[in-house]
């Protein structure tokens, strides 16, 4: 199921990119252009400040697609702001397991690997990126070097645990997700492929999420290549 909803992404992505390239006469000789404000991207999930024993497994994946609102401060339209609005799906494959009791939920770290087939945490996201934008775009080419920075809020209006063995699955709506997620953003590259790095500054869970004793910390890291449009 994994490797199918990656490759879905893969293809949605090819075919926005496709319609990313034409850009219309009129917008070329437009002294007041603007540019990325659709974007779509596809991120590798880290976890950091995890339990020793705790570790990742299988691919943690990321896909994130939104508009955003291009507002340029200088005369050259190289230095701007942009604000948007988005949708982010994130799964962390991992050997820490929840479990839903009756009125709350426990954690433990799976011994048994060899029958575990996978067992996850997934976020579904609205995002609200706000970025500085520096680049040495111009009205006539839309190949260009850009790096963006800023902050992303997030809202979880869809967190899951998902576990399955060789003889169970289960599947629950996990509220000690954190509903209000936020951290910094790194956007750099030139043309069509651009780095792009989030560092949440705080955890992926509720505090006072415990394991064996002590509070679950844990934060994501995600890597991977974002692509803007118009």
């Known amino acids: 199921m994994v490797v199918k909803e990656?490759?879905?992404?893969?293809?949605?992505l090819s075919v926005?990119?496709?319609?990313?390239?034409?850009?219309?006469?009129?917008?070329?000789r437009d002294a007041k252009y603007l540019e990325d404000q659709f974007y779509i991207g596809l991120t590798y999930n880290f976890l950091i400040d995890i339990p020793d024993n705790v570790n990742q497994r299988n691919l943690s994946y990321g896909l994130q697609a939104g508009i955003i609102k291009d507002i340029p401060i200088n005369e050259k339209r190289t230095t701007a702001f942009g604000i948007g609005l988005g949708y982010g799906i994130y799964s962390y494959y991992?050997?820490?397991?929840?479990?839903e009791t009756h009125d709350s939920f426990e954690y433990s770290v799976i011994?048994?690997?060899d029958n575990l087939k996978r067992n996850k945490v997934e976020t579904h996201m609205l995002e609200v990126p706000i970025e500085f934008r520096l680049r040495n775009s111009n009205a006539v080419d839309y190949?260009?070097?850009?790096?963006?920075?800023?902050?992303?809020?997030?809202?979880?209006f869809g967190g899951r645990s998902k576990y399955a063995s060789?003889?169970?699955?289960?599947?629950?709506?996990?509220?000690?997700?954190r509903k209000f997620q936020y951290g910094l953003?790194?956007?750099?590259?030139?043309?069509?492929?651009?780095?792009h790095a989030y560092y949440a500054l705080n955890g992926l869970f509720e505090d006072n999420t415990m394991l064996g004793g002590s509070e679950l910390s844990i934060r994501p890291l995600?890597?991977?290549?974002?692509?803007?449009?118009l």
């Open 6 to 12: 990656f490759w879905l992404g893969t293809f949605l």
């Open 166 to 177: 060789q003889d169970l699955k289960e599947s629950f709506y996990n509220h000690d997700i």
């Open 111 to 113: 011994a048994d690997v």
């Open 16 to 28: 926005f990119l496709s319609f990313g390239q034409v850009y219309p006469d009129s917008t070329l």
């Open 143 to 156: 190949k260009f070097w850009r790096l963006y920075v800023g902050v992303k809020l997030g809202y979880v």
């Open 94 to 99: 991992s050997n820490l397991r929840a479990i």
């Open 222 to 229: 995600r890597v991977g290549l974002i692509f803007y449009i």
């Open 185 to 195: 953003t790194f956007n750099f590259g030139y043309n069509t492929f651009n780095l």
